[in-house]
């Protein structure tokens, strides 16, 4: 196998690798990227195996065909620190050695015999539905938020992606809990009738949204048993869906919540940060004490201090006081688009329903904390 390839380009290519492959896995071969030549291109394919990532390269002359796999991690750290845009020289020496000279440089890598690699299809018979890339990345940004991490209930470890109705229009939407707060965002979708609900896993979706940030590509999804594929161009992702049952959410969501609190969204992110920043680990919480006109935002550490701020408001109810983490408020206001940010309330220990006036098929639940 010997090829020369411009260090941009696969540079490019191994920044996504990154994300998929294990650097401390039990088994050595998934720390490994497979580097494949055949039919005039440059193969790249990593995987956890519940991830895999591929990529075809073109822009790439091929001096004898081949494959082998070396780790992903060093190799990438090797071409980072070569100068940009030069030609890279790759020549498989031996089935363990694979020699990577540029200018002035000269390294020989280890590498793993590729009948050791798992294999993977990526053909999928299921519905091919595209999708708008702005639209579906900001439905993966907004909902990835509440996405749990705690790893006894599984079936939280994700964003569950189902198709809804209102108004007589399709959506996509996007949910995902971990049970302190709820994030749910929706966007119009076409010709999706045989979609099936599915669990998208915490990794997959980061990984997703790095590549969709990065690309004008067109983005297709389609689903396949108990797998999804997502291409953008040349570049493939095969994610494992989560084996489990999403609850039924839509019995947390607030319908009577009538108290109504308006505050400017970055004036209340930046006092939340502000008076948090007493608290060493955040675990004490955000005590809102609302009026008609104003909220004092306090934070209360017996180990570290306070931090008290008012910011301008209005509220259509009488006197409340209520206390959230803080962490979770700020996420939730990040995400809002409009100016102002409305909150909802029932009481002080209700659920707590937060709309964004400029993006109607987003909202937010968040629990008060006990404090």
Do not use: W
């Not at 440089?105 to 280890?110: A, V």
């Not at 595209?130 to 909902?143: E, I, P, V």
């Not at 004490?289 to 306070?306: D, F, P, T, Y």
């Not at 409009?338 to 909802?344: I, T």
């Amino acid at each position: 196998m010997q090829f020369i390839v411009k260090r941009d380009i696969l540079l490019k290519s191994l920044n996504f690798v990154q994300g998929v492959v294990e650097k401390k896995n039990t088994l050595p071969i998934l720390s490994n990227v497979l580097l494949q030549l055949k039919n005039n291109k440059l193969s790249i394919i990593a995987t956890d195996l519940d991830l895999v990532f591929y990529d075809e390269i073109s822009e790439v002359k091929i001096l004898k065909e081949g494959s082998t796999t070396t780790s992903a991690a060093i190799l990438y750290d090797v071409l980072r620190k070569i100068s940009s845009d030069s030609d890279i020289n790759f020549d498989l020496k031996t089935e363990n050695k694979l020699s990577l000279k540029s200018d002035n440089s000269d390294f020989t890598l280890l590498c793993l015999p590729t009948d050791n690699f798992p294999t993977f299809s990526d053909e999928f018979e299921g519905q091919q539905i595209m999708l708008n890339n702005s639209r579906f990345l900001k439905l993966l940004n907004k909902t990835k938020i509440a996405i749990s991490n705690d790893d006894t209930r599984h079936y939280l470890n994700g964003i569950f992606l189902h198709l809804t109705e209102a108004h007589g229009r399709n959506f996509l939407t996007g949910v995902a809990t971990d049970s302190h707060r709820l994030s749910s965002s929706s966007i119009e979708i076409e010709n999706a009738d045989n979609f099936s609900s599915l669990i998208l896993p915490r990794k997959t979706v980061f990984q997703l949204c790095s590549l969709i940030g990065e690309s004008s590509e067109k983005l297709t999804m389609q689903t396949s048993e108990n797998k999804i594929k997502f291409t953008l161009g040349n570049i493939k992702l095969v994610s494992k869906v989560i084996d489990g049952k999403f609850p039924d959410y839509k019995k947390v969501v607030p319908t009577n919540n009538e108290k109504s609190l308006i505050v400017p969204s970055k004036d209340f992110i930046d006092s939340i940060e502000r008076v948090a920043s007493v608290s060493m680990d955040g675990k004490e919480g955000v005590k809102l004490a609302i009026n008609k006109e104003r909220v004092q935002l306090s934070v209360n550490s017996a180990s570290s201090g306070e931090g008290n701020e008012i910011i301008k408001a209005k509220f259509n109810s009488e006197n409340l006081n209520i206390s959230f983490n803080s962490k979770y408020l700020i996420d939730i206001a990040s995400e809002i688009e409009d100016k102002n940010l409305k909150m909802n309330f029932k009481d002080s220990v209700s659920p707590v329903l937060i709309v964004d006036s400029s993006d109607k098929n987003s909202y937010y639940v968040i629990m008060p904390m006990k404090i």
